[in-house]
């Protein structure tokens, strides 16, 4: 049997299985490509339900097409109505230290040191360059990977 004789005897419900299963496996493989293609999937095989006789090369054509514009205008959708957090700074935990206040325990040259906060110890680091004090107090002001920038407060 050749790929032709095998497209040619696809019934409907053949794209609604393919498109569970692509919806199925989008729970595995995230990215919401699967997904969409899924939909489409099964929007083909209804189609093909409504219009017994459609044929393949036109129910390809429809599920590509309907592939292509479903996933593109999802990202170009998602781009223009970003998903927002609850908690902004959740798995961020530098960021969650944003606005507290640190005291200096170790210096280094170029602005850099270490500073105690709740249970951890974290590199410093006053962007300015300035010089940081030993045992003085400061802000937290950003987060550059995992050292915290801080400055006095004035």
Not at 51 to 69: D, K, M, Y
Not at 118 to 129: C, I, R, T
Request: net charge negative; proline share 3%.
């Amino acid at each position: 049997m050749t790929l032709e004789e095998l497209l040619s005897r696809m019934e409907f419900w053949h794209w609604v299985i393919a498109g569970a299963v692509l919806m199925i496996l989008e729970l595995a493989i995230p990215g919401t490509v699967l997904l969409w293609c899924g939909i489409s999937a099964v929007v083909v095989g209804l189609l093909q339900l409504a219009i017994p006789g459609l044929a393949w090369e036109i129910q390809l054509l429809i599920f590509g097409i309907l592939s292509l514009v479903t996933v593109v205008g999802y990202r170009v959708w998602l781009r223009r109505h970003p998903i927002e957090s609850a908690d902004p700074t959740l798995n961020k935990r530098g960021a969650q230290y944003i606005g507290r206040e640190v005291k200096v325990t170790e210096t280094r040259l170029g602005g850099r040191g270490r500073a105690n906060l709740d249970d951890s110890s974290w590199l410093v680091k006053d962007p300015s360059g300035s010089e940081l004090d030993m045992n003085a107090t400061y802000r937290v002001t950003g987060v550059e990977g995992a050292t915290l920038l801080v400055g006095r407060d004035h």
